[in-house]
């Protein structure tokens, strides 16, 4: 297996698969087990890949960690056979991803693209639950129980511009996403 591992001072990052749900559980496990097999120099990073989304329900801003691929973790390791082995008899680790034995390390564009997704936001994205096109009915404001069809949503201001009628014409009005109700 040594003819595999190659250059063995080399970090890359490698995509393990854990047992549904034991993802945090796994991560404290490798911990230990990288501290008492003292390979905490070859062995620097476990990222459970997850992202903090933003709902509204019920008019409450809830904040969530959600999971982009559950059952998976990432791993920044020189893969040697003592990481290896070290990972891999992980109680919960399933496997690497890779072929047979052998994992395979992310690229660097998408061990980039995945930490880019992963870090935590400046500022939390609003996940907004309407589309171009849906009837909406504002709750409140000037426009309260006036009706009409979403024409664009800006999601960085979490604000919905709709059609209203008034006086026989359609007017576009914006309101706060939390504002208005889909009808």
Known sequence: MSDFYGNTNEHRWYIVQTYSGYEKKVVESLKERI?????????TDIRI???MKTYIKDGKTIQKKVKLFPSYLLVNMALDEQTWFCVRHTPGVSGFVGSGNH???LTPKEAEDILNKIAPAEKPKMEIKFSVGDMVQAKTGPFANMAGPVVSIDEDKAKIKYLVEIFGRET?????YVDLERI
Do not use: N
């Open 35 to 43: 501290t008492k097999l003292e390979v905490s120099d070859r062995i």
């Open 49 to 51: 890949p997850e992202q």
């Open 103 to 105: 994992p395979i390390p």
């Open 172 to 176: 576009e009005a914006e309101a706060d």
